[in-house]
C-alpha cells in the first residue's frame, strides 16, 4: 500500500472516530484567551530540486502550537510542525515555523482551517556532521476540537507544510495527527 493509500485510510479512520465522538459532546465550544496545543503522527516527506532530484519518505511527525483568541471564530498564533527520520546512521529533519490563523466557520462547531507562513528547513546528520538549508515555509490544513473537558479538545488534524529551501529545492510534508489543545 502506497503513502497515500496510507494517509487516506488513516485520515478515513479518524473520520469514523471523530464524527461519533463530536456529535455526542457534553461540553459546548468555547474559544476565549490563550490557547496552546501539541500533537504527534504520521507524516509523508517529499522532496524535489531544480536539478532532477527527488524522494519520498514516511515517518513520524509531531507539531507544537499556541496563541491567542480574536473572536470565537478566529484564533491566531505561532506553531512549529518536525518530521524526523533516522536510517543507516543518517538523521533527516523536515521542519517548520510558521505564524498561523486558524478559522471556525461555525462557532459552535469544532471544525477549524488553518493557514499561515513562515520558516522552512531540511536537514540532514550524520555523527558529528550535518547539513541543512532553509527558506520560506507555508502551512495549511484542518482539524476537529472535540471536547472532553471544558477547556481541553481531542484534536486530529490533516496537515500541509510546504518549504522553498533554496537552491531551487522544494519540500513538502502531509501530515495526520491527534493531539490535545487546552482553550
Known sequence: MGHLSRCLALLAGLCLVVAPV???????QTRQGFWIGF???YGSLSFSCDSGCSGSQGA???YLKMGGTLSPKLLIG???????????????????????????PSPASGLFLRGGLGYASLSASQGGSSASQSGFGAVFGLGYDVRVGTNTSITPVANFNWGSIGSGVKQNVFQLAVGVTFH
Not at 463530536?22 to 459546548?28: R, V
Not at 505561532?78 to 527520520?85: C, F, L, P, Q, Y
Open 78 to 104: 505561532g506553531e512549529t510542525n518536525a518530521w524526523v527520520k533516522s536510517e543507516s546512521g543518517t538523521t533527516f529533519t523536515a521542519s517548520n515555523a510558521s505564524a498561523a490563523v486558524y478559522f471556525y
Open 60 to 62: 513520524v511527525s509531531g
Open 39 to 41: 500533537g504527534f503522527g
Open 22 to 28: 463530536a456529535a455526542a459532546q457534553s461540553h459546548p
